[in-house]
Nanobody
């Protein structure tokens, strides 16, 4: 079972930026598609975007496009989520999820999940 550990969350003022990291324990990390998700209080978990194993392909929801950017470093088994122009509505627990195989924007296709990191945006 792969372990995913997120970090980089915290408190940021509206308009600010944060970069989140997700480290995977899987030796074959480069074969995993990774998705970034968030869950705000009282809301369902939302898939923001996903990146293919090689990093060649990235996909985003319409709401995430332009504000969030995924990247990965397979040499260090690390995935990054760069967030910009944050606003209080972006306050949520952000987590990464993995699946071996083709990248997909279907949330339920991911079978390994991290615990998440809290991001709080103050107005």
């Amino acid at each position: 079972q792969v372990q995913l550990v997120e970090s980089g969350g915290g408190l940021v003022q509206a308009g600010g930026s944060l970069r989140l990291s997700c480290v995977s324990s899987r030796r074959t990390f480069s074969r995993d598609a990774i998705g970034w998700l968030r869950q705000a209080p009282g809301q369902d978990r939302e898939l923001l975007g996903a990146i293919s194993g090689t990093g060649t392909y990235t996909y985003y929801t319409s709401s995430a496009t332009g504000q969030f950017t995924l990247s990965r470093d397979n040499a260090t088994n690390t995935l990054f989520l760069q967030m910009s122009s944050l606003n209080p509505e972006d306050t949520a627990v952000y987590s990464c999820a993995a699946r071996t195989g083709v990248v997909t924007m279907t949330r339920t296709s991911y079978d390994s999940w991290g615990q998440g990191t809290q991001v709080t945006v103050s107005s």
